[in-house]
């Protein structure tokens, strides 16, 4: 009787442990994929770069690239090689001109909360 209690017991401690490590696992894959987005790089020199339209707006710079169909902005802040985490992004290839106002709007907001 002891020995079948102490087998269940084992049994579900596994079963427990099992199920919370996958939940941890996915929740840390989910975080670890948000920062890699936060902390994308920019292409070093000399290597091909993926934007198709680069400007400076206010010292930040903002970095057009395809995004699927449509459109993304990349900011860096002045000198950092890490992009913001906001990044205006569209589906719709005609929303070129209106990713770039709103990254220069979040670039204003950036600077405002500087002050």
């Known amino acids: 009787m002891v020995a079948g209690r102490i087998e269940w017991q084992t049994r579900l401690i596994r079963y427990w442990r099992e199920a919370i490590s996958s939940s941890l ?3 840390i894959w989910h975080d670890v994929r948000r920062v890699a987005v936060a902390l994308r790089k920019r292409p070093q020199k000399g290597n091909a770069s993926m934007a198709i339209h680069r400007s400076v707006y206010r010292e930040y710079k903002l970095d057009l690239e395809r995004f699927g169909p449509g459109w993304m902005v990349v900011i860096y802040p002045p000198d950092s090689a890490v992009a913001l985490a906001d990044m205006p992004s569209t589906l719709d290839p005609s929303r070129r001109d209106a990713m770039l106002s709103e990254a220069r709007a979040i670039v ?3 600077l405002d909360k500087k002050i």
């Open 25 to 27: 696992i996915a929740l």
């Open 108 to 110: 204003d907001g950036e």
